[in-house]
Every structure is written in structure tokens, then in C-alpha cells.
């Protein structure tokens, strides 16, 4: 039990007690991540526990990684010192949650399937699944959904040799020896046996995520008429007590968020480009309930756009992914535009870009094509105004929340800004500032080899890292915010299954295919693909901006 250390990153430390599933190691993992964020250390993101790690996200700029790894090891010698001769603690609180499925029919349209296949009848399969309750080791793959372990192995399945386009959310599946919830829509494999009518996740509540790492779950079958008044039982444990709640719909207790907004009409959308989002510098203090960070792909354009424009470098712009847009002020306006490059006018006759632009009452802006990099942002003076979403102004489209009501932008939204000082003073403000800001790091050249830099990852080879090094990789058409597909030398041969654990947006997975995947900032919290490094922080709006075609190298540093 005594544990690993590897950086993902440079933001990142993952202390790894195991390589399998173990719940000695989970506890002392749950205990561990509770520690860390008790304390609330300055610079300190979030502790994201896993199976059998904890990765703790923080800000190099605050506090680094060889005091972390100090405060570690003295957590853990304060346990070891609890419970002599043994690294492990007694199981921390926990709460056990009863959850009603609807089995079988068009909630489980795989039940009969899976009866046949097992030679057991459909009620023998319904009573051992819910026979006994399920360990949540940690959560992942998409908001709210729990990695579970403890189903009986008798009822192990294949999954689909073709996964299904969309499995509804709350549908309860089997997959292997593992049984699981879609806490989402989402595309998915499994083998889909019920279905409960308890949401697992909702962004605009003050406690989104009904289940935890820690918990325990149990699936208790009820008929399909009752699913409507279904309700979630949950038991807290605290030490030899137990206090019983019924919870109705799972949510009983929890803040409804409000979404009031103070912003006034400012640009009419008349042609939204391909993919426009809106989106901030992210995310935080959620990846330990799946939620990834999401923000701009380029923070570095991102921000300067802001900036020139006389914004808190983190407030809420827009991200044109190709093709740009045209925009109509509703009022005077002042706006920013940087990013990879790009015509663009006003009222068809053509401005320049990284600098403050006077959009007056009815003229029209435009956002040509974009050249030497996939994503332009358009900040406005007073920030885009929407409603902030766990933390952040950000889309996350696979969770349809944050951003323009979750989605992309279309044709007659309307977007509205916060107050802000006039053009003359912004501009003023920006002429003494300038120098200092413009850098052109997030924006590549056209046909450009763009380099990056890697720390080596818990899964690295030697062989690996040379191959990764020495080779040039081209970026994929089916590349998008999660990640880019990469094609070029394997670096490793052979199945690239792990234990699934803690990744972050730079993180390169290598999975069987041999072909890597850099995960971007709308990639999953956790992975089961072997790690062989991380991009660094600053190397990421670089990242951003390659689009299918471009070539890239890695350094390892």
C-alpha cells in the first residue's frame, strides 16, 4: 500500500496506491482526497479520487507538487499512527442509496436477451442483481455516473457488438462483470436490463450529483406504474448511527441555483458559423463527479480578447470554430477578436483583429474563414451574460448545461452583456498595454510543424517516449474538444487497457489501436487507456488551435 507518484502534467500529481480494484486501497484513497480538501490549500483545485488513486489539480503558480507530495506522506503517516501496523483507515462516512428500477420491457430491452444467453429466467436475473448493494469506487465517463463494483459475477455479459447512438439516461446495464447507470444520454455498449426513474444528475442543482465516490447503491424493483412516484432512499452512516431519509426524485434538501441574469441585449446572431460556443477559462471543483473542465481550447486567445477589450481575462466570449459567424449590435458595442487568423469586417469593410473595435447601434460584424488555426474568440466589452453553471459560464454539450442554454449557437439568439466602460476608455486602456500581451503562441502557422511539450506518464516506456519523440503525427478529421485523433507510429504494441484512473486535458492515451489520442478540455475526468504523457499547460492553446491535417511532434521534457 505504500504509494506511487507521477505527474500529469504540470498540474497535476496522482498518488497511486494499487493497480487493481481493491476497497482497502479505495478507502484510504476517499479518506486521502477528503483530507487534501479540508484543508483547503491555497492554490488547490480539487482532489479527484479513483479506483485506487487520488489525483490532486492545482495551480503551479501557488503551490507546487513537492509540498503536495510532502503533505501526503505526512496525511498518511497520521493514519498509519490511527490504526496500528496498517496504512489502511477504517472505511470513512458513507451513505447507502436505494434506488427503484423498472426491469425488463422497453426500460431493459436487453433483459431477455441476457436471460437467454446466461440460461437463467428474467426474475432469477432481476433477484441476484438486486440481491445486494454495489461499492461506488469513483465517478467518470460523464457527469454523475458511478464505476461500480460488487455484482454477482454469474450475471457477466458481452457488450453490444454495435453500441447503440444513445442510451437514455437513469437505463441500468451490464458489461462484463460490472453494472452501471447512465447518468446522461449517452452513446454506450452495455446491456441495458432497467431503468430508474431517479435522475442521477442535475447541473442546476446545488448538489448535482445525487450519487458519490464512497456510497453504496442498491436497486430495488418496482413495477412500471409506479415509476412516476418512485423515490430514492438514502441512509447516511455516521460512526455506529444511522439517520434514514426518504428523498424524493434523489434531489430532498438541495438548492435550486439561481439564474437570474443582470445583462442587456447587445448582439443579435445572424449567421452562427459552424461551431460556436460560449465558454471562460472553465470548470473546476468537479472532476471528481465527472464533470470536465470545458473553457476555451486557446487560453491564451481567449484571454488576450478579453483584455482588449478592458475584461477580467476569465469572463464569458464566444469560440468560432472554422468558419466564424456575423453578428448584428442591438446596441454600441465594443468587441475583440483573436485566435487563428481571420477576416474581419464591419458593415463589409474590413478592421483589424487583437484590438478593441467600435461595433455601433445596427452594423453588422463578420468572421470570414479561419487560417493558421482551427478557433477565433470574440470577446464583448461587459462579458457575454449567462447564467453561471457550477462555477463556470462554459458549454458542456454532452451535458447540455453552461453556456447559451447548453448548446451551440443558431440563428436569432440573442446574446446580452454586463456593463462596461466606453470605447475611448477602453481604448485608451488598451494602447498602454498592449505590447505586453500581444504574443502569437496559441495561432499556427498554415502547414506548420507544431511542437509540443510532454512529461512522460505512469504508463511510459523508454521505447515509447522515443517513438512518441522522434515521429511526426497527423491530427485526425474526427477530432473535436475532447480530443485529437492521431495518426502515426505506435508507440506501444498490445492491449492498452488499464485500470481506469485520473486524466487531464494534455494527457496523450495510447489505446489498443496503438494510435494516440490527446485529450482536450471537454475530455471524460477518467480513462482506461494507458497514459503515455501530458502536454504542458502552456503548450494546451497550441493544442487547441491544430485542426484535421496538422502535423504535430512531441518533446519530452
Request: aromatic share 6%; charged share 20%.
Amino acid at each position: 500500500m505504500e504509494p506511487t507518484y507521477h505527474m500529469l502534467g504540470d498540474r497535476a500529481l496522482l498518488v497511486t496506491f494499487s493497480d487493481s480494484v481493491s476497497e482497502e486501497a479505495n478507502d484510504l484513497v476517499l479518506r486521502l482526497s477528503s483530507g487534501v480538501e479540508n484543508l483547503q490549500i491555497p492554490g488547490v483545485w480539487e482532489a479527484q479520487p479513483t479506483y485506487s488513486a487520488l489525483c490532486i489539480h492545482f495551480s503551479p503558480g501557488v503551490v507546487g507538487p513537492a509540498y503536495l507530495k510532502s503533505l501526503v506522506k505526512h496525511l498518511l503517516r497520521q493514519y498509519k499512527d490511527e490504526v496500528p501496523g496498517s496504512l489502511g483507515p477504517s472505511r470513512v462516512p458513507h451513505r447507502l442509496v436505494e434506488l427503484p428500477v423498472v426491469y425488463g420491457g422497453d426500460h431493459g430491452p436487453d433483459l431477455l436477451w441476457a436471460a437467454r444467453h446466461l440460461g437463467l429466467d428474467p426474475d432469477e436475473i432481476v433477484r441476484r442483481h438486486t440481491a445486494h448493494s454495489y461499492r461506488v469506487y469513483m465517478m467518470g465517463f460523464t457527469p454523475g455516473f458511478p464505476y461500480m463494483g460488487g455484482m454477482d459475477e454469474s450475471l457477466a455479459l458481452p457488450r453490444l457488438p454495435d453500441p447503440r447512438k444513445v442510451v437514455p439516461a437513469g437505463s441500468v446495464g451490464i458489461a462484463g462483470a460490472q453494472t452501471g447507470i447512465y447518468s446522461l444520454a449517452a452513446p454506450g455498449g452495455w446491456r441495458l436490463i432497467g431503468k430508474t426513474p431517479i435522475e442521477l444528475f442535475d447541473a442546476s442543482k446545488g448538489e448535482p450529483s445525487l450519487l458519490q465516490a464512497g456510497d453504496e447503491v442498491s436497486f430495488v424493483p418496482i413495477a412500471e406504474d409506479g415509476a412516476s412516484e418512485a423515490r430514492a432512499r438514502i441512509t447516511y452512516v455516521r460512526q455506529s448511527a444511522a439517520n434514514d431519509r426518504d428523498v424524493a426524485g434523489g434531489w430532498q434538501d438541495t438548492i435550486q441555483i439561481e439564474r437570474h441574469t443582470l445583462g442587456v441585449p447587445a448582439l443579435s446572431v445572424e449567421n452562427p458559423g459552424f461551431f460556436t460556443l460560449i465558454v471562460d477559462s472553465g470548470r473546476h471543483g468537479y472532476r471528481k463527479l465527472g464533470v470536465p473542465v470545458s473553457g476555451a481550447a486557446d487560453l491564451h486567445s481567449y484571454r488576450l480578447a478579453n483584455l482588449a477589450v478592458g475584461n477580467k481575462d476569465d469572463q464569458a466570449a464566444l469560440e468560432m470554430a472554422l468558419l466564424g459567424g456575423r453578428f448584428r449590435a442591438l446596441r454600441d458595442v465594443t468587441v475583440a477578436i483573436a485566435g487563428a487568423s481571420t477576416a474581419v469586417t464591419l458593415d463589409d469593410n474590413q478592421v483589424e483583429c487583437r484590438q478593441p473595435i467600435f461595433v455601433p447601434q445596427g452594423s453588422v460584424l463578420g468572421i470570414g474563414p479561419m487560417s493558421g488555426g482551427s478557433r477565433a474568440y470574440l470577446a464583448v466589452a461587459g462579458g457575454l451574460d449567462v447564467p453561471m453553471v457550477l462555477g463556470s459560464a462554459s458549454t458542456y454539450l454532452r451535458g447540455g448545461f453552461g453556456g447559451y442554454h447548453g448548446r451551440q449557437l443558431k440563428l436569432g439568439d440573442t446574446l446580452k452583456i454586463g456593463p462596461s466602460p466606453d470605447y475611448a476608455h477602453i481604448r485608451r486602456d488598451w494602447a498602454s498595454t498592449k505590447q505586453v500581451l500581444i504574443r502569437e503562441e496559441g495561432t499556427p502557422e498554415d502547414d506548420a510543424e507544431v511542437l509540443l511539450r510532454v512529461v512522460p506518464g505512469p504508463e511510459a516506456t523508454e521505447e515509447g517516449i522515443r517513438i512518441l519523440c522522434t515521429s511526426t503525427y497527423l491530427v485526425r478529421a474526427e477530432s473535436d474538444r475532447m480530443g485529437l485523433r492521431l495518426d502515426g507510429p505506435k508507440p506501444f504494441d498490445g492491449p492498452g487497457d488499464i485500470l481506469s484512473s485520473a486524466v487531464v486535458p494534455g494527457t496523450i492515451q495510447v489505446p489498443s489501436d496503438g494510435r494516440p489520442i490527446l485529450l482536450l478540455i471537454d475530455a471524460q475526468t477518467t480513462g482506461g487507456y494507458r497514459r503515455l504523457g501530458t502536454v504542458l499547460s502552456c503548450d494546451l492553446s497550441l493544442a487547441g488551435q491544430l485542426r484535421p491535417g496538422a502535423k504535430v511532434r512531441f518533446r519530452a521534457v
